[in-house]
């Protein structure tokens, strides 16, 4: 048995009886007015953070989410959308899109705004999207990228790049290591299929995404969520994994890569005109967001009138930055 039947086999039995805690750590959904979540579909919460950013959605989004667990996510993007198949949910094991299926008209009786053919349910795999090619305007994943192997994560992120219409975006949430995991870990198909030990470290995740042709970045969040102990897991030492949250544009990156933001901000406070590397105004005496290459620029220049904060790992909003 391959990694990937063992993930399939894992999600069927966690869809025919559901597992608090399966993937990562289940967590309350935010509260949206009119919108009413069925119990059963918390309890099937299998994600490490969030793929649905509430202010950046609108109705006229066409959304392709992947990996469609108990319907979560899905219920709540057709909250913003509210047409029929504008969302386009993606699962390629059986049993979770019937579970999903159910769930989604237990939605319907509590949501009179709420239709089931608002989201179009379809069997598929990540590694090759039954989806047309440049016709969605969101992409969003919640906790599955990191249960691929190497070569099988690149296909999965080309497949992402290339249902989205050029500007689109693209809504990950995954977890991260903060130091490499044991092979032994790694060969552990059934911790892969947990989003254990197929994680990556956070430059790792993110060259993944420059690789695959996403010209901006924008790391959204960045928090600690579990710990692989020595004991139980026969370490070293602990791991701490962490979950993270971005949004990748599917625009070009510059000729000097891709802009990655990552929530650091430039403070000029001098007196003559100041210019990024890119030749752009620094404005003067305005908390300005940049991003990582023109922040390390400005390190370099080591100004005395110039002030570059650390990354936050938290940033909302590209139309205020640098890039």
Known sequence: MGYLDTTNELYKEAALIPQDGLCCVTSKSRFLPG???????????YGCGTTVHFGDLSHEETILYVGVGGGLEALQFAYFT??????????KVPEMLDKARQNLELATKMNAWFRPDFIYLINGDALSLPVETESVTVAAQNCLFNIFEQDDLTKALAEMHRVLKPGGRFYISDPITTKPIPEQLRKDERLRAMCLSGVSTYQEYLNKIVSAGFGTIEIQARRPFRVLDKDRY???????????????????ALASGARIFAGETLIYFGK???????????????PHPVCQKTADYFRKLNRCDVVVTAPTYHYNGINNGCC
């Open 35 to 45: 919108l009413t979540i069925p119990a059963v579909m918390q309890e099937m919460n």
């Open 82 to 91: 509210r047409r029929p198949k504008s969302v386009i949910a993606v699962d």
């Open 234 to 252: 026969g370490l070293s030492e602990n791991i701490l994994l962490e979950s993270i949250d971005l949004v990748a544009y599917k625009n070009p």
């Open 272 to 286: 003559e005109r100041l210019r990024d590397e890119d030749g752009r105004i620094i404005p003067r005496d305005i």
